[in-house]
């Protein structure tokens, strides 16, 4: 289980995520992912994704359900291919892109910057989070 720690400016309160992999087959698996809002003590977000992995494309794609505590179940479609920038792998870019069937599509330019356990997340309409992976 990945669990982290997480905090933003909008809600003020800090959050406790956790994530779970399941094995449902060789390169399948259902990843579930729940949060707990420490300022008002009940869940702010759960989803549940199956996600299937193309290890000789170095590729991954996902269908799933998620529930904001404001917002409706929402169905997304995700995907996520990594192409290498050196030989031996250690440096890489990762495309990732994501798709919600039942939201609008508001285009947002972000910025995020990662060191060690610890993700800063920032958008142009000056919305932030802050990440510290347990």
Known sequence: ?????????DSKSLRIHAKEKIPLASKTLLQVHGELDTGTGTPSYLALIVRHFY???????????????????CYSLRGKKAFPVTASGLVGINLKGRFH????????????IRENNWT???????KWN?????
């Open 1 to 9: 289980m990945e669990n982290s720690l997480r905090y933003d400016g």
């Open 55 to 73: 290890p000789e494309l170095s590729a991954s794609m996902g269908f799933g359900i998620q529930l904001n505590k404001d917002e409706k179940p």
């Open 101 to 112: 069937f039942d939201k609008e599509y508001k285009e947002v330019p972000y910025f995020q």
């Open 130 to 134: 802050v990440r510290f992976d347990l």
């Open 120 to 126: 800063l997340n920032a958008d142009i309409n000056g």
